[in-house]
């Protein structure tokens, strides 16, 4: 499908989360709030981790039964943790629980040694897949997103664009998010993203917090057709403060969950995507100059569909602009204009159209007839 960028000033989505973005299925972004700043992503940062051994399983260098060692390093890295145990053996599978359900630091130190030879090399494997994922907002020094070492950053556009590059590149993986919990060396750990439990449809991805990053999450739900991706950073609660640390994690994560599946239901019930064009439905037509044909059709060369908030689709508007008349020979599948997109209390969208079939330029007595009819006609 097109993705079409549009940000609509839509005043009930609102948070008190110091970024977000709203995102549907097909990449368009339908509300953002400093969504474009890099942030510290704390372990929203693993789906990228998670990014890289899906790739390896995807293309067969990885298999879900391997395993992998487990280093003293890895042992005893801190924060959330699977429980590894140093010297140990750990299958591929379990270790991809460990990181999207138990958010385990350890276990993301495991899969960096295994796929990067260490840390620092599966840190340049980051950086690099980032680029090709165009994350450019975004920028990795640990496998984990824990605060040490410092500049671990990542822009809710870049998490919610992995987000969505996780969903439909690994269709056969995804699953893993919505499991809701996982037992490993005898301690079961349910998964922290309560918003599976909170909204009909929630189905991952992924949760986040430290100090400096607040309370964050990755989370997507999907209802027939319709998927919406939706990320939260820096959400604080301070009236939480003389509450101890267990206290607050406890209370904050319910508040955090209950904010992700109130904005995702108001995706559901505000938004629906259209159908406007199919990928050879004609959507205008641009008269020729000079050619064997009086005119062009225009088409958008792939499907087009577009969210739109439910009141706004009945005075959505299409129009076709483009410099004319366009001169022959033309090939087919030209680009030779732009359709434009218009609704109330949304942004012009734009995408661009190609030429249907291919006009050849007349002969030269062909040329002469059509000078002369311009001439008389206007034509």
């Known amino acids: 499908m097109a993705s079409l960028l549009a940000v609509p000033a839509q005043a009930a989505l609102s948070t008190t989360a110091e970024h977000a973005l709203l995102m549907d299925g097909d990449g368009q972004v339908l509300w953002a709030k400093d969504a474009y700043v890099p942030m510290p ?3 929203m940062s693993k789906l990228m981790t998670i990014d890289l051994l899906f790739s390896r399983l995807k293309d067969g260098r990885v298999h879900l039964t391997d395993k992998f060692p487990v280093s003293e390093e890895a042992w005893k890295t801190g924060g959330s943790k699977m429980f590894v145990s140093v010297g140990s053996q750990v299958p591929v599978e379990d270790l991809i629980r460990g990181i999207i359900i138990q958010s385990g630091n350890d276990a993301c130190v ?14 340049a494997m980051m950086n690099k897949r980032a680029k090709e994922l165009g994350l450019t907002q975004s920028h990795f ?5 824990l605060p040490d070492p410092p500049g671990q950053l990542m822009s809710a556009r870049d998490l919610a664009k992995l987000a969505r590059h996780l969903i439909t590149a690994y269709p ?14 005898g301690i079961n750990q349910p998964n922290r993203d309560m918003v599976l439990e909170k909204l009909d449809g929630a189905d991952g991805l992924k949760t986040g917090h430290t100090d400096a990053s607040g309370y964050g999450i990755v989370a997507s ?3 027939g057709d319709q998927r919406y991706i939706l990320v939260l950073n820096g959400l604080r609660y301070p009236d939480l403060a003389k509450d101890s640390p267990q206290r607050q994690d406890w209370f904050a994560e319910r508040r955090r969950s209950d904010e992700a599946a109130r904005i995702l239901g108001l995706a559901f019930r505000e938004f629906r995507r259209y159908r406007l064009a199919g990928a050879n439905d004609v959507v205008g037509r641009a008269p020729v100059w000079q050619g064997t044909a009086d005119e062009v059709p225009l088409i958008t060369g792939k499907p087009l569909s577009v969210t739109l908030p439910v009141e706004s689709h009945a005075r959505m508007k299409m129009s076709v602009s483009f410099h004319g008349p366009v001169k022959a020979p033309i090939a087919k599948g030209q680009q030779i204009g732009t359709l434009t997109v218009t609704a109330p209390d949304f942004p012009a969208m734009k ?4 030429a249907a079939n291919s006009v050849d330029r007349a002969g030269i007595f062909g040329r002469i007839f059509l000078g002369i009819r311009h001439m008389i006609t206007g034509h």
């Open 172 to 185: 056969q993986y995804y699953h893993y998010f919505g499991e809701r919990s996982f037992m490993w060396n």
């Open 351 to 354: 995408v661009p159209v190609y």
């Open 141 to 145: 020094v640990n496998p984990d997103g």
């Open 221 to 223: 739900a999907k209802r």
């Open 110 to 123: 495991v899969v960096a040694e295994a796929l990067g030879g260490t840390v620092d090399g599966f840190v």
């Open 41 to 43: 992503p704390a372990s």
